[in-house]
């Protein structure tokens, strides 16, 4: 890449200043269980989001990209990594008081940046865990954690919305802890004296459809339990706010150095609670409110970069942690007012699946000074974004490091249209995509429907295990509707036999 700009630089096709060409600010807006068809650039119709479709109009928005997973946790461990998250026990669904995960030692994306000059941020949701065997003190100083794999500064969310602790931690301490109300945090039973939503649901302003029955804060019943730290507790109407508010502070503060923010959402997590400004906007629950608050969200980020007179030489990435699920436990209005709008388009299956509305999601880049506006079919995945990024600002890699990702940045920046050989899909299983074929292996154990999430009209999540293989042409299918494996014995054994060579061999 680096090679590649110097080329562009002799070529004077572009003509820049010092080192901004190859160390534009980096912006990786992580969005949370934004589906492909949730907003309007990707034909979305019932929820409005202009300054998300701005981002696209200006920018390359591609129809084939992938989070690494469907689900949170494993999908920013890839990410962050740029190892298959699958390839390592303990990267699942992390409770809100699971140790790191990403450990000191490893180098990430953020310590890749950090090493070429960046100022590095995360900010928002971390659920990547925090501290270590022993444990993690909430009460002292907060370690190991973002700053300790390559983020000069951080100020999280510990897990999610809807677990335990509900409050912000700010590089290695609670925002906001008062010492005199320490607080202590149980997943496996219950600690303190604050009601549960098991116990006492009529205290709740929004109940659950499933789990979410520990501790009560702020009326919505978490996962796990917690004590003390009233003065710390966050306020779920100003998350979006607030998380909004660091990331513009952190831009202004480092306006005249590259930086590199991970800004990553709450926003559309379960519990949905809009700001007043949004509640009941969007018609479509509060689903639909807290879309309307992420579009917020992303004007304001790109009109700070614009007033710091930085926005064309600000590379942003948009996308979504994984795809989209309507009831993820609470009921708060978005199942009954679905309406028209269809989280996942024209794509089947959920967040948690590998049919294809599990994994691709939307994903834009805009970089005014390099990217030209487009729409780009090329396959890509998360898992590249770390070797991508790290040629982007002509830094090699360790050897050890990244072992799953390939430097795409070429096909990212839209200089060239090829996208990946294949795409490993991840969510309760594997699947495959290679050209125009995605290959789902058969599964004889793996439950086909999960019980309690659904998508819009009660819709169970189809996990995509069936005991049989699945093979479907995505350029006639892109829903997946009809198998023909019976009829491409050749195709799904050539296709087996990469995703084997995969599940084997670090890709290097
Ligand atoms: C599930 C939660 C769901 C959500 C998900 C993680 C229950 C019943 N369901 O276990 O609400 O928190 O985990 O979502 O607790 S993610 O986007 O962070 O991966
Ligand atoms: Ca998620």
Redesign the pocket.
């Known amino acids: 890449m680096k090679n590649f700009l110097s080329t562009f630089c002799l070529l004077g096709l572009f003509v820049v200043s010092g080192w901004s060409a190859e160390h534009p600010n980096i912006v990786v807006i992580f969005c949370?269980?934004l589906g492909y068809g949730d907003v309007s650039c990707y034909g979305g119709k019932e929820i409005p989001t202009p300054h998300i479709d701005s981002l696209a109009t200006n920018g390359l928005r591609f129809t084939n990209a992938h989070s690494t997973s469907a689900?949170?946790?494993p999908s920013r461990y890839g990410l962050l990594t740029g190892e298959y998250p699958w390839r390592r026990q303990g990267t699942g669904?992390a409770p809100g008081n699971a140790k790191a995960i990403i450990t000191p030692e490893r180098v990430t994306l953020a310590s890749v940046l950090q090493k070429s000059g960046y100022k590095t941020a995360a900010i928002g949701k971390w659920?990547l865990g925090l501290g270590t065997a022993e444990g993690v003190n909430w009460n002292g100083s907060i370690k190991p954690g973002p700053r300790e794999i390559g983020f000069d500064y951080c100020f999280i969310m510990p897990a999610?919305g809807?677990r335990v602790p509900c409050v912000y931690v700010e590089n290695d301490h609670i925002v906001n802890l008062d010492p005199n109300d320490p607080i202590e945090v149980k997943y496996n039973e219950k600690i303190g004296n604050l009601p549960t939503g098991r116990e006492h649901p009529e205290l709740l302003k929004m109940h659950t459809t499933?789990?979410?029955d520990n501790t009560i804060i702020n009326g919505i019943g978490r996962?796990g339990f917690m004590t003390g730290g009233q003065s710390a507790l966050w306020n779920d109407e100003t998350i979006a706010e607030t998380l909004t508010d660091k990331a513009i502070a952190f831009i202004k503060e480092n306006k005249n150095v590259p930086f590199f923010i991970y800004f990553a959402t709450h926003d559309i997590?379960?519990p949905r609670v809009a700001h007043p400004k949004f509640a009941g906007k969007s018609g479509h629950g509060a689903r639909g409110d807290v879309i309307l608050q992420l579009d917020d969200t992303v004007g304001k980020i790109t009109d700070t970069l614009k007033e710091q007179g930085i926005f064309d030489n600000t590379l942003i990435i948009f996308t979504s942690?994984?795809g989209p699920i309507v009831d993820?436990?609470y009921k708060d209005g978005s199942m009954e007012n679905i309406g028209n709008h269809q989280p996942a388009g024209h794509l089947r299956g959920s967040?948690y699946s590998k049919f294809e509305a599990g994994t691709r999601v939307p994903f834009i880049v805009q970089w005014s000074q390099q990217v030209k506006a487009g729409v780009s079919e090329a396959a890509v995945s998360q898992i590249d974004l770390f070797a991508s990024l790290a040629s982007i600002v002509g830094q090699t890699i360790p050897e050890e490091a990244a072992p799953d990702s390939i430097d795409s940045s070429a096909t990212l920046i839209g200089k060239s249209v090829v996208g990946r050989d294949f795409v490993i899909e991840h969510g309760n299983g594997l699947a495959l995509i290679s050209r125009n074929w995605k290959y789902i292996p058969p599964n004889e154990k793996g439950s086909r429907i999960l019980a309690?999430p659904k998508m819009g009209n009660n819709v169970p999540v189809e996990t995509g295990n069936l005991p049989e293989p699945q093979l479907y042409d995505l350029s006639v299918d892109i829903s997946e509707q009809k198998n023909i494996a019976p009829e491409k014995p050749e195709i799904v054994k050539e296709l087996n036999e990469l995703l084997e060579s995969v599940k084997k061999s670090v890709k290097k």
Do not use: E, F, Q, R
């Open positions: 949370d269980d689900t949170c946790t669904i659920h999610t809807d499933h789990g979410h996962i997590h379960a942690d994984n993820d436990g967040k309690a």
